[in-house]
C-alpha cells in the first residue's frame, strides 16, 4: 500500500509564487516505480494534469503551465515538489498529488491542498 501526502498550499498574489510538496509512506519500491504527478481540480471543473514526472526524470506538462511550473523528484525519498511561478488567478484550484502505476495495478491519490491566487 502507498500512502500519499501533499503540503505547501496557501493564498499568493498575482504573479507570485509557491512551492508544492508531496510525501509517500509505505512500499518505496512501488512508488518508486511509479510515475509520479500533480493534477488540479478548480470548482465546477474536472481535474486534469498538471504535470508528472518518472524516476527517470521524464517530465510531462500542461500546455497551460508550461514554463511557469516546474516538477521535480527525489528518487531517494520518493518525494515530489511542484515549483509554481507567476501564478494566475486561473491557476486557483485544489491540487493533488498523485502515484500510478500500471502493474501491479497502483492509483493513489492525496487529500488535496488549496492553491489561491488573488489580490
Known amino acids: 500500500q502507498v500512502q500519499v501526502v501533499e503540503s505547501g498550499g496557501g493564498l499568493v498574489h498575482p504573479g507570485g509564487s509557491l512551492r508544492l510538496s508531496c510525501r509517500t509512506s509505505?512500499?518505496?519500491?512501488?512508488?518508486?516505480?511509479?510515475?509520479m504527478g500533480w493534477y488540479r481540480q478548480a470548482p465546477g471543473k474536472q481535474r486534469e494534469l498538471v504535470a508528472t514526472i518518472t524516476n527517470a526524470g521524464i517530465t510531462d506538462y500542461a500546455d497551460a503551465v508550461k514554463g511557469r511550473f516546474f516538477i521535480s523528484r527525489d528518487n531517494d525519498k520518493n518525494t515530489i515538489t511542484l515549483q509554481m511561478n507567476s501564478l494566475e488567478p486561473e491557476d486557483t484550484a485544489v491540487y493533488y498529488c498523485n502515484v500510478h502505476r500500471g502493474n501491479p495495478p497502483v492509483d493513489q491519490w492525496g487529500q488535496g491542498t488549496q492553491v489561491t491566487v488573488s489580490s
Open positions: 509505505g512500499n518505496g519500491l512501488i512508488v518508486y516505480m511509479s510515475v
